[in-house]
């Protein structure tokens, strides 16, 4: 019998799996009362309150850590080892009232994080719904895993991985998590197994400011702003490792007729390669010290300053090809028929991948779209298939046999 036919008849594996397709509107359910409790990011507290009250009713053991993330296990916390399914708890826009919240006619959920990640938080409360009501799951070895469920702060925008950086670094089971499987927005036609690296940095020039008539000639914040933007636009990223930079945000100013006292960009620089990006940063902060010295040459008067605030690194990292952790994927979607391709992609993985730790992550399941936006949406058809990939990708992760074993 291979390693998949053996959790397959795992006491409590069947049942639950059965659970997912039977109980479809319960999950969808769920999901919209939880999208309905705002969580931006730094702000998640309500949320992960909520999330630990399920856990606690469904009769698991759960807590809120000092990073402001959701534990919860199946049984009391213990010395581990753990296998660790994570979700993160924030969003990029927070709804304003309930009714933000919606399922259609249809029954597509639409508003704000219904997807990215209301889909992967979903999962974690269906999983724990069905774990708990049915058989305990025993796989059979005394030294198994056991199951942790996570849902963390601090994915979106500026959080910087703030969650994941204390569970991986300063928690107290930080040292016993055997492996991560991330569970962000929807879908099962993606396997995360490269972490897309970036850093953050917010670009801030100062100055007297002034009147635009009488003060003329005085150093303008906006026109050196102006000026390294467009230097940062021209800069061509041809060739590999693949890259990208970008400006997202531009402000400064307080009226067209005065000459502003600051002007500040925030910009995003990605690749695949912690190199590459070490090499754009190098030509970020030549592209503002050039803006700042050509603003001053101009001036008649006050001068500019300048400031470059790193305010987000996302670590680059990759999942080798030959990773216990991959093969136990591919296994369960061959078995389940699901067609999966490798990606890079930036998410909660990118900590532990980059600290050696086997990671990945994919969706949980039914479709979604519109991310970061007032329109996202997430239509559950078939979500019961992606949770029992889930399901299974944890079980064959927590068989206390060597993880070279084979899963064919």
Request: charged residues 20%; aromatic residues 4%.
């Amino acid at each position: 019998m291979n390693v998949l036919s053996a959790v397959l008849q795992a006491r409590g594996i069947r049942e639950a799996m059965q659970w997912f397709t039977r109980e479809k509107q319960w999950i969808n359910d769920i999901h919209q009362q939880l999208c309905r409790v705002p969580a931006p990011t730094f702000l998640e507290q309500q949320r992960a309150e909520w999330m630990a009250a399920q856990f606690r009713a469904f009769g698991c053991p759960a807590q809120i850590d000092r990073a402001g993330n959701v534990l919860a296990a199946l049984k009391p916390f213990g010395a581990g080892p753990y296998v660790t399914l994570t979700a993160h708890l924030d969003t990029v826009i927070a709804p304003r009232l309930k009714e933000d919240i919606q399922a259609d006619a249809a029954g597509v959920l639409r508003g704000p994080g219904v997807s990215d990640n209301g889909a992967g938080l979903a999962a974690l409360l269906a999983i724990a719904r069905a774990l708990t009501l049915g058989p305990a799951v025993e796989l059979g070895d005394a030294g198994d895993a056991e199951l942790l469920l996570v849902a963390n702060v601090g994915e979106e925008g500026e959080g910087n991985l703030a969650g994941m950086r204390y569970l991986c670094g300063k928690s107290p089971l930080a040292g016993a998590i055997r492996s991560f499987v991330v569970l962000d927005g929807a879908a099962t036609d993606h396997i995360t197994t490269e972490a897309l690296g970036s850093r953050r940095f917010e670009l801030t020039f100062t100055g007297p400011g002034g009147h635009s008539w009488s003060d003329f000639g005085t150093g303008n914040p906006v026109h050196a702003l102006a000026r390294a933007v467009a230097r940062l636009a021209d800069i061509r990223l041809n060739g590999g490792p693949r890259a990208s930079l970008n400006v997202g945000v531009m402000e400064g100013g307080t009226g067209v007729n005065a000459i502003a006292a600051q002007a500040r960009a925030k910009i995003d620089i990605r690749s695949e390669s912690n190199a590459k990006i070490t090499e754009l940063v190098t030509l970020l902060e030549q592209v503002a010290e050039q803006a700042q010295e050509t603003e001053n040459q101009r001036a008649t008067a006050g001068k500019v300053a300048m400031k470059l605030r790193e305010i987000g690194s996302r670590p680059a990292g990759k999942l080798p090809g030959d990773a216990p952790l991959l093969r136990h994927v591919r296994a369960v979607d061959a078995h389940l028929g699901i067609r999966s391709t490798l990606e890079a992609a930036s998410t909660d993985a990118n900590i532990p991948l980059s600290l050696g730790l086997p990671a990945l992550s994919i969706g949980a399941g039914g479709q979604g779209g519109g991310a970061h936006t007032w329109q996202e949406w997430f239509n559950p058809e078939g979500r019961d298939l992606g949770l029992k990939r889930i399901l299974l990708t944890a079980a064959l992760e927590m068989r206390a046999a060597d993880a070279s074993v084979s899963t064919e």
